[in-house]
């Protein structure tokens, strides 16, 4: 945020040029995953996808390359928890709603893209395809409250759980964002 001070010393905050190109960004990528079912990955970690044919819940990465995992496994996000695999669900998402329920969620670390990444493929999965192994966001919020799992990191009302491996034939499509590059970049699968 930029400061700046009027004449009886009040302070007036604004964002920045980039924190503007940024929030724009965000509404384009956000536009493009209305709707859909999403897991999203760091580009290395998408081509490990491919060649395995599968998003696995414990692909073979060190934990440093996965989120929230610094703290240790009592503190490891609630899906990985249940041994899945973290989806958003996007459907009848509306940001400002969502952000006044929610206030603390940390989805914007994700959207339009993870920073310490600098890059982010986001993968639709096929609802239909999934159905019988998912938990959906207001189930899996649920159960989190009924296991007290408050230690363990959720996003509440848009992450949903993909239980075991999800396979490549139900990815509908994908594309690719990041830093200083203002457009989606479709991926063949």
């Known amino acids: 945020m930029a400061i700046d001070s009027t004449r009886d010393g009040r302070q007036l905050r604004w964002p920045t040029e980039e924190a503007l190109r940024l929030r724009e960004f965000q509404a384009l990528v956000l536009k493009k995953l209305y709707g ?8 290395d970690h998408f081509e490990r996808i491919l060649a395995g044919g ?9 934990d440093t390359g996965r989120s929230a995992t610094s703290r240790g496994k009592e503190h490891y996000p609630y899906v990985r928890t249940l041994g899945g695999i973290s989806l958003f669900d996007f459907d009848h998402f509306d940001q400002e709603s969502y952000t006044n329920t929610f206030p603390n969620s940390a989805w914007h670390e994700f959207v339009p893209y ?6 982010s493929v986001w993968i639709e999965i096929d ?8 938990i959906s966001a207001s189930d899996l919020l649920t159960r989190w409250h009924s296991d007290e799992a408050y230690g363990n990191k959720i996003l509440p009302g848009i992450e949903a759980a ?5 396979p490549r034939t139900a990815f509908k499509r994908a594309f690719l964002v990041g830093e200083g590059d203002d457009r989606l970049h479709p991926l063949a699968f």
């Open 54 to 62: 599968a998003i696995s819940p414990e692909p073979n990465i060190p």
């Open 114 to 119: 993870r920073r310490c990444w600098g890059r």
């Open 127 to 134: 609802r239909e395809q999934v159905a019988g192994q998912m």
């Open 36 to 43: 859909g079912l999403w897991h999203t990955t760091a580009p």
């Open 162 to 166: 993909h239980l075991g491996q999800l």
